[in-house]
């Protein structure tokens, strides 16, 4: 029994894994946790391609549901433990998809898929019902869908086994989970997704905010120092919301602007580094952002004994860099 359990599992992840909202975004050539939300999931896919590409993202994550569950069903000996395992198990693998690094949706076109698989069609209408009833009340779907979700367990007790149920309610507590707010972590980009996002994102700001550089179709900017460059990023979930380029190997982008910049250096035998394109996602620019790069700074500073810090400015913040310790010159 522990082997088709295991088996279940596996299989149940394995197909919850098979992320929608990320092969359609990948089609229409954009990264889909660069877009919006960045959430890999059919609501995302709705507000940035389509309220109908949203519901054919929604419908194909269910529909991994159901083709899991019958798979289990005609392989085994079908069992409410079987049963319940692969629901958890393609929640689990759709919102922690091992090939995307972990992170997927949010799982609730996943169980609407489970509860139309294994749910007597009495149960099905009493939940229409309730979310019909909710959204006419709320006039918003998404809470109305939260409720209706958290209110399920119980029609669960009524039609399904205990055991059913209580591994349902699990695979809720998954979904519940991802949906709980995002904190910005702060980090090394060393991930592909990562170094495309940071392409994005110096595009918007040096592009299409300060016109330094010239448009593409793209709509990505990769540095001309990229290959030197270590950038810290600010992630919220998968996506990235501001970064900083560092470069500590000469030649640095000033000794191209100033010829003779040793002189200007106090001790330009120091161990020196750059920092450049600074960038925060419009979004996020009056929170803590900003903040936590810095503050990462000092650390990658502190922990590569880094004597100075060089940046290129303009002179009408002096104040502001210069509370940050910089000196112009």
Request: proline share 4%.
């Amino acid at each position: 029994m522990l082997l088709k359990i295991l088996f279940a599992a596996v299989i149940g992840y394995l197909f919850g894994c098979i992320n929608f909202a990320y092969y359609y975004a990948r089609i229409k050539g954009e990264n889909v946790f660069a877009l919006g939300s960045s959430n890999a999931g059919a609501t995302n896919i709705g507000r940035n391609f389509g309220i109908k590409a949203g519901i054919i993202v929604g419908i194909l994550d269910g529909l991994k549901m159901i083709a899991a569950l019958w798979l289990v069903q005609n392989l085994f000996n079908p069992s409410d433990l079987l049963m319940g395992i692969t629901v958890i198990g393609c929640v689990c693998g759709h919102i922690f998809p091992l090939q995307l690094n972990f992170n997927g949706g949010k799982g609730a076109a996943c169980l609407i898929g489970a509860g139309l698989y294994l749910l007597p069609w009495q149960a099905i209408v009493i939940l229409v019902i309730l979310f019909l009833f909710l959204y006419l009340f709320q006039r918003n779907y998404k809470k109305a869908a939260f409720i209706t979700m958290c209110c399920s367990p119980i029609v669960f007790c009524l039609y399904l086994s205990w055991l059913t149920s209580v591994l349902f309610t699990a695979a809720i507590c998954l979904v519940v989970y991802s949906h709980l707010p995002k904190k910005v972590k702060f980090k090394v980009a060393k991930t592909k997704d990562e170094f495309e996002q940071i392409a994005k994102l110096n595009y918007q700001t040096f592009v299409e905010e300060i016109p330094q550089h010239q448009a593409n179709a793209k709509h990505s900017l990769t540095d001309k120092m990229h290959a030197k460059n270590i950038y810290i990023v600010a992630k919220k979930g998968p996506r990235v919301i501001g970064m900083v380029a560092l470069n500590d190997k000469r030649p640095f982008s000033l000794d191209q602007k100033i010829p003779n910049l040793n002189q200007y250096i106090e001790d330009p035998n120091k161990h020196l580094c750059e920092v450049r394109l600074l960038s925060i996602a419009p979004d996020f620019r009056k929170g803590k952002v900003l903040a936590g790069l810095i503050h990462s700074i000092c650390k990658y500073v502190i922990k590569n004994h880094i004597d100075y810090l060089l940046i290129s400015a303009t002179t009408r913040e002096l104040k502001m860099y210069r509370s940050f310790g910089f000196k112009p010159f």
